[in-house]
């Protein structure tokens, strides 16, 4: 071996380096394992829209994941979401992290939000002035009986696509939970 060494005077040090590495390599492939374990694929009760884990509970009437926060929405749009421990027997409280934008209060004016969940319709919000806002309402037992709940949200006004933004535009939204009362 020693003259092997002689021979190539770096073997010594890229052995030495490929052994430092070596339980390292172990180590990632242990985290990996352990982070997908984590990941069950069960629904969640609250989403972070930009948790890319999320998108398959965003059913409908949302837009590609923007600055990897948040994402545009229609005037329509549906979540699925896992109903929290005992909501069945006590309820729950539903929250909708949205910002209104100012380009939108400017272009049409007021908005108006309503939450239903599974066809039970919680009642409408106006905003009237840009900004962050919690669209937030008490859930009752009834409405969240079974493994997953369907959320769907209506916004009165949008702007419809254009040359500019072929998109339907409604409410920008970054989190969406079913909360334990």
């Known amino acids: 071996m020693e003259g092997t060494l002689n021979r190539y005077p770096l073997l010594a040090p890229a052995l030495a380096i490929l052994l430092l590495l070596t339980p390292a390599c172990r180590i990632h492939k242990k985290n990996s394992h352990a982070k997908a374990a984590e990941d069950d694929g069960q629904l969640v009760s609250v989403i972070n829209v930009g948790d890319p884990r999320a998108a398959v509970q965003l059913t409908r009437g949302f837009h590609g994941l923007e600055h990897d926060s948040w994402r545009w929405t229609m005037k329509n749009f549906t979540a699925t979401l896992r109903p929290p421990a005992n909501a069945a027997n006590a309820g729950a409280t539903l929250q909708l992290k949205l910002t ?74 970054t989190t969406i939970g079913l909360l334990p009362k």
């Open 100 to 173: 209104i934008p100012q380009v939108m209060i400017d272009r049409v004016g007021d908005m108006r939000v309503e939450g239903r969940v599974n066809g039970l319709d919680l009642g409408p919000q106006t905003y009237t002035q840009p900004g962050d806002y919690i669209y937030t309402r008490d859930v009752p037992p009834a409405a969240l009986s079974g493994d997953a709940v369907s959320i769907d949200f209506h916004v009165d006004k949008g702007l419809p696509p254009s040359d500019q933004d072929t998109r339907e535009l409604a409410l920008i939204v």
